[in-house]
């Protein structure tokens, strides 16, 4: 979908209702450490950065090319870019925490992208996916954003994370409300989520999974002349503060 579509939707009851339940898990996540760095929106993150605008951070958008930019936020000068998924236009390690929506299912690498957010990303920073669950069914409902695009099982979200070199710390399903229209479904929102993640979890519309970007050691070059990382971080040196002693003059 568009960025002109999608941010139609999301103001509609229904989608509103799915940012308030997607929004909910990512905010929950967040503040688990004090969210006061540099934040990256990157796909269609408006919903969810708006949440986030009361937090002492700085927040940033950046959309791909294809989808389109609606501006972001409304009313104030814009903070949110155009840009290729494979190739932010940020310095290396720009940001604490990048939030990924609407962008893994629909890029033509997966890998290129995921990629690009890691080194903008510092060293120990957090990557938050929001993916659409092959096994829940959003994904069979095309006239809502979550049925487009290439739809991921919790392993093939994982295994992707891995081998673009980040190590997944947290995951879990979303969104259980019925992907269908009416103030009847829309009010008992908060009552299908509560349910859906004790009695049906894995019928979620979307999966969340929390990366961290880990600094591998390579170790070999495989065939090819691929270089392949080691999978344990860098051990760092400990440090000796200890004055050196002046050499003995005699």
């Known amino acids: 979908m568009d960025a002109l579509r999608l941010r139609n939707w999301y103001a509609t009851p229904l ?8 929004g909910d898990i990512l905010e929950r996540w967040l503040k688990q450490d004090e969210p006061t760095g540099r934040i990256l929106g990157f796909g269609f993150p408006q919903p969810y950065l708006d949440r986030l605008a009361h937090w002492n951070a700085t927040l940033m958008g950046a959309s791909p090319a294809e989808m389109g930019v609606a501006r972001w936020p409304p009313g104030k000068p814009n903070r949110i870019a155009q840009v290729r998924p494979d190739a932010l236009p940020f310095p290396d390690e720009s940001f604490d925490v990048i939030i990924m929506t609407h962008l893994l299912e629909g890029v ?14 510092v060293p120990g920073g957090r990557l938050m996916v929001v993916a659409p669950n092959r096994g829940g069914w959003w994904a069979r409902r095309d006239a809502t954003p979550f049925g487009w ?25 979303g969104l259980f409300l019925p992907p269908f229209e009416g103030h009847r479904w829309v009010r008992s929102a ?25 600094m591998y050691a390579v170790t070999m070059v495989g065939p090819g002349g691929r270089v392949s990382p080691r ?3 860098i051990p760092m040196p400990a440090v000796n503060n200890r004055r050196r002693e002046a050499p003995d003059e005699r």
Do not use: D, M, N, Y
Request: aromatic content about 10%; overall charge positive.
């Open 15 to 22: 989608g509103i209702a799915a940012a308030r339940a997607v």
């Open 190 to 214: 908060p009552a299908w989520e509560k349910a859906g993640a004790r009695w049906f979890a894995p019928l979620g519309g979307v999966i969340l999974c929390e990366a961290e970007k880990v």
């Open 231 to 233: 999978r344990s971080p």
């Open 149 to 173: 695009g290439r739809p991921f099982s919790p392993h093939q979200l994982k295994t992707t994370l891995e081998e673009a070199l980040f190590l997944p710390r947290q995951s879990c399903f």
């Open 108 to 121: 033509q690498s997966p890998h290129a992208t995921l990629k690009a957010a890691w080194r903008a990303l």
